[in-house]
């Protein structure tokens, strides 16, 4: 089994940060892409931001400039440092990975997080 933990999600005033972290565990072989997406009332979920095992980035238009980012490979952990937030940020964040398990290492598969609440107000 394999788990995605998000944290540091929570309520904060517009022109603020927060910074989200999730830790993915359970029987890992290798994780390729991990990243973060968001989901508004009312919206699709959409992209926020990813980031590759080989360090490759790729951000939407609407948080460039304002979020970053990161990740440690050895500790399987993305970050998401959100600075500059705006009320339209709100929504709850989902940790995303794509994960080869050591059950299956034909393939890798889509794993998501819990999703985790950020709320900025104006």
């Known amino acids: 089994q394999v788990q995605l933990v998000e944290s540091g999600g929570g309520l904060v005033q517009a022109g603020g940060s927060l910074r989200l972290s999730c830790a993915a565990s359970?029987?890992?072989?290798?994780?390729?892409?991990m990243g973060w997406y968001r989901q508004a009332p009312g919206k699709q979920r959409e992209l926020v931001a990813t980031?590759?095992?080989?360090?490759?980035?790729n951000y939407a238009d609407s948080v460039k400039g304002r979020f970053a980012i990161s990740r440690e490979i050895a500790k399987k952990t993305v970050d998401l440092q959100m600075n500059s937030l705006k009320p339209e940020d709100t929504a709850v964040y989902y940790c995303?990975?794509?994960?080869?398990?050591?059950?299956?290492?034909?393939?890798?598969?889509?794993?998501w997080g819990q999703g985790t609440q950020v709320t900025v107000s104006s």
């Open positions: 359970g029987s890992i072989l290798g994780i390729d892409k």
């Open positions: 980031v590759t095992s080989g360090g490759s980035t």
């Open positions: 995303n990975a794509v994960i080869t398990t050591t059950q299956d290492i034909r393939y890798a598969y889509n794993y």
